[in-house]
């Protein structure tokens, strides 16, 4: 398993329209030289009483998978420094008010967006969009 810190650490507040970028730091990587790249790596979100839904899957190799209702405003990426994961967020509305969470997970059988394959996971970071 590896460590995952999101932040902002707990909850944050935006208004409809805004942007945000979430962060999701590894610590406990499984080779250093490789960081984040060993893994698959989703953003998902959760609302009270909903399963978390996959918002965007990134594979070792970098490429990206998203969800239908994220391709046009949700934007992920694994950072230079391979130990960083961002979610980058515009033009919220306040259907998106939800926890958010980072997942790390073996490449292989590929996880997409099933929570049940990720064996590792960010304290969460409570979003809430209003106007």
Known sequence: ???????PRSTVSVRTGGSLR????????????????????TWFRQTTGNEREGIVYVDTSGQSRYADFARRRFTASKLYDSLTFVLSMDNLEPEDT???????????PVP???????????????????S
């Open 98 to 108: 939800a926890t958010y969470y980072c997942a790390a997970g073996d490449p292989w």
């Open 1 to 7: 398993q590896v460590h995952l810190e999101q932040s």
């Open 22 to 41: 979430l962060t999701c730091v590894a610590s406990g990587v499984r080779r250093a030289r490789y960081g984040l790249y060993d893994y698959a790596m």
């Open 112 to 130: 997409h967006f099933d929570p049940r394959q990720y064996h590792s996971w960010g304290q969460g970071t409570q979003v809430t969009v209003s």
